[in-house]
C-alpha cells in the first residue's frame, strides 16, 4: 500500500512538473517577463523613434550593460516614445545631462541604449528624466542619405525636357526617377542610342517647378540601394543660367557597374582610405 | 512467387492498420469501464511518465546546448548572435521538442509496454484475465493507452524547457550573448499560440496517442513466443518513429 502511495505521490510530482515546465514556456518565454535583477532605479527617456528597441534591451554606458529598458510606450498626445530604463543601483553616478542615443550592434544586430556622460554635477535620481536623446538611425534613412532614393515626382505643374548624354546607362528605364538632392523632380522620357556618336540619349521631363537648376549641373545614373532599381541624379552645378527646355546636359556620369565599384573598392581601399566611388561630382563622361 | 509475396505484405500491413483502428476504438469504448481501476493508470504514469524524466530532462539539456553553440557559430557570421534565443526557441518549440521527446518516449516507454504486454500475453496472463472476467483491454490496456497519452505533452514541455534552458546556458553563460537580448528577442518573436500550443502540446498530444497505440496494440496481438515478443518489441519502434516523422510532416503542414 506504502508503495502505491509513493506512485501517487511521484506521479503527481511528475505532472506538477510537467504543467510547471509547461507555465514556463507559456509565460517566460513568450510575452515578456518584466523581471529586472537586482535592485535598480527607473529614469525616463523621451525618443523621436526607437527603431527596433526591445523592452528588456540593454543599456549601456561606454559599452558596459548598467540595466534594461524596463518600459516604453507612446507619449499621450505626442509623437515620442516614452522608453523608462531600469539602472542597476551600483550606477547612481549618472550626470542629468547625459545623452540617451539608440544604438544597433552591428548592421543586423540588436539595438540598445547608450548613454554618454554629460558633465553636469547633479546625478540622476529615481524617476528622473534624460532630457538630451538622440532617436534610432532607421537604416532606411541612412540608405536614403547615401543613396538619394525617394519617392516618385508629381507632375502637376507640366514639365520641360532636357537631354543628356552617357556612355552607359546600365539598367536605367524610361519612366525611372530624376532626382536632385534625393527629391524626385521628375522621370526619363525616353532613352535612345546614338547611332551616330555610339552613346546613349537620355531626354529628362523635370517639373516646371525646377527651372532654376544651374545649367553647369551634371547628371548621373545612380542605383536606389544594393540591388534597387536605377535612376538619373542630378547634381547642381554653380552656373547663374538656368537649364531651359531643349537644353542638353553637358557633365554627365555613367553608370556605375557593381563589378567596377567592387573593382575599385578593392584597389583603393589596399592603397589608401579613399571613397570607393572617387566622389559623386567627378563629373565629364567617362 | 515476389507477386505473391508482395500482395501479401501490403494486405498484412492493410490488415494490421485496421486491426490497429479497431483497437483503438475498442480503448476507446473501454475507457469508462477502465476508470474503477485508476489506480492501475496512475502506476503506470509513473512507469512511462516519471520514470522517463531524467532521459528527457538529459536529452533536451544537450539538444538546447547544441542547437545554442551551432546557431551561436552560423549567426556570428552575420553579426546576428542576438537572435540565437529565438531561434533556439523556435526550433525546440515547433519540432525538436515534440519529435525527439516522442522518439525517446517510443524507445524508453514504448518499448517496455510492449514487452510487458507482450509477455502477459505469452505467459497467458491475459487468458488468464479474461477466465477471471477481467477485461484485459479495461485493465491492461487502456491504463498504459491513457498514460501515454498524458505523459507525452508533459513530458514535451519539461523537454522544451530543458532545451531553452541548455540553449541559454551556452548562448549566454559560455558565449557571452546579452542575456536581455536573449530573452527580449525570444519573447518578441514567440507566439503562445503558434509556437506553444501549435507546436508543444497539439503536436506531443498526437505524438502520445500514436505512440502509446503502438506500443500498446503490439504488445496486446504479439505471437506469445518469446521469438513474437521481441519482433513485437522491434516493430514498435519502427512503426512509432516512422509514424511519428510522417504525422509530424503533416501536423506541420495544418498547423502553420
Given at each position: 500500500m506504502s508503495q502505491r502511495q509513493s506512485y501517487a505521490v511521484g506521479t503527481g510530482l511528475f505532472i506538477v512538473l510537467g504543467f510547471a515546465a509547461l507555465g514556463y514556456l507559456a509565460t517566460q518565454t513568450t510575452s515578456v517577463a518584466n523581471s529586472s535583477r537586482g535592485p535598480s532605479y527607473t529614469v525616463e527617456a523621451h525618443f523621436a523613434n526607437i527603431g527596433q528597441l526591445k523592452e528588456r534591451a540593454p543599456v549601456k554606458v561606454a559599452g558596459v550593460?548598467?540595466?534594461?529598458?524596463?518600459s516604453i510606450v507612446l507619449d499621450p498626445g505626442k509623437e515620442t516614445a516614452d522608453v523608462k530604463l531600469a539602472i542597476d543601483?551600483?550606477?547612481?553616478?549618472?550626470?542629468?545631462?547625459s545623452i540617451a542615443t539608440i544604438f544597433t550592434s552591428g548592421l543586423l544586430g540588436d539595438q540598445y541604449v547608450g548613454v554618454r556622460y554629460g558633465t553636469s554635477k547633479k546625478t540622476l535620481a529615481d524617476?528622473?528624466?534624460?532630457?538630451l536623446t538622440r532617436p534610432a538611425q532607421q537604416l532606411e534613412e541612412m540608405l536614403g542619405k547615401f543613396f538619394g532614393a525617394g519617392g516618385v515626382a508629381d507632375n502637376l505643374g507640366g514639365s520641360y525636357v532636357v537631354k543628356a548624354r552617357f556612355t552607359n546607362v546600365g539598367a536605367l528605364s524610361v519612366g525611372a526617377p530624376v532626382k536632385m538632392a534625393g527629391v524626385a523632380i521628375g522621370s526619363v522620357q525616353s532613352i535612345n542610342a546614338d547611332p551616330v556618336k555610339l552613346d546613349a540619349l537620355v531626354t529628362l521631363a523635370i517639373d516646371?517647378?525646377?527651372?532654376?537648376?544651374?545649367?553647369?549641373s551634371a547628371a548621373a545614373v545612380f542605383t536606389s540601394g544594393l540591388i534597387g532599381t536605377q535612376y538619373v541624379a542630378i547634381q547642381p552645378g554653380g552656373s547663374p543660367d538656368a537649364l531651359k527646355n531643349g537644353d542638353e546636359m553637358v557633365l554627365t556620369q555613367s553608370a556605375m557597374q557593381i563589378e567596377d565599384l567592387i573593382g575599385k573598392f578593392l584597389v583603393s581601399g589596399s592603397s589608401s582610405g579613399k571613397p570607393a566611388d572617387g566622389g559623386k561630382t567627378d563629373g565629364g563622361k567617362h | 512467387m515476389s507477386v505473391a509475396s508482395s500482395e501479401n505484405i501490403v494486405v498484412r500491413s492493410l490488415s494490421q492498420i485496421g486491426d490497429c483502428g479497431l483497437f483503438l476504438l475498442r480503448m476507446l469504448a473501454a475507457i469508462p469501464r477502465s476508470m474503477r481501476h485508476y489506480r492501475e493508470t496512475i502506476r503506470q504514469l509513473w512507469f512511462v511518465g516519471a520514470m522517463s524524466l531524467i532521459i528527457i530532462m538529459v536529452c533536451g539539456l544537450f539538444v538546447g546546448m547544441v542547437l545554442g553553440l551551432q546557431l551561436y557559430d552560423v549567426l556570428s557570421i552575420f553579426g546576428g548572435t542576438s537572435a540565437t534565443g529565438t531561434v533556439v526557441a523556435i526550433a525546440i518549440y515547433r519540432e525538436l521538442g515534440p519529435v525527439v521527446t516522442a522518439l525517446l518516449f517510443a524507445g524508453r516507454a514504448g518499448t517496455s509496454v510492449t514487452a510487458e504486454i507482450g509477455l502477459m500475453r505469452a505467459t497467458d496472463q491475459i487468458a488468464a484475465m479474461e477466465m477471471m472476467a477481467v477485461d484485459p483491454i479495461a485493465y491492461v490496456a487502456v491504463p498504459r493507452f491513457l498514460a501515454g497519452v498524458i505523459a507525452m505533452p508533459l513530458l514535451t514541455c519539461v523537454f522544451c524547457a530543458l532545451g531553452i534552458f541548455g540553449g541559454h546556458l551556452v548562448g549566454?553563460?559560455?558565449?557571452?550573448?546579452?542575456n536581455g537580448t536573449f530573452w527580449s528577442n525570444m519573447t518578441a518573436t514567440v507566439e503562445v499560440v503558434k509556437?506553444?500550443?501549435?507546436?508543444v502540446i497539439w503536436k506531443s498530444v498526437v505524438f502520445g496517442i500514436v505512440v502509446s497505440l503502438i506500443a500498446v496494440f503490439q504488445g496486446y496481438t504479439t505471437p506469445p513466443t518469446s521469438e513474437g515478443v521481441a519482433y513485437a518489441t522491434t516493430r514498435t519502434v519502427v512503426a512509432s518513429s516512422i509514424a511519428i516523422l510522417a504525422l509530424d510532416f503533416v501536423l506541420t503542414a495544418f498547423l502553420m
Open positions: 550593460r548598467i540595466g534594461q529598458v524596463q543601483k551600483r550606477y547612481d553616478q549618472i550626470p542629468d545631462d524617476g528622473g528624466e534624460l532630457a516646371k517647378r525646377y527651372n532654376q537648376i544651374p545649367d553647369d | 549566454v553563460t559560455w558565449l557571452g550573448i546579452d509556437d506553444v500550443v501549435n507546436g
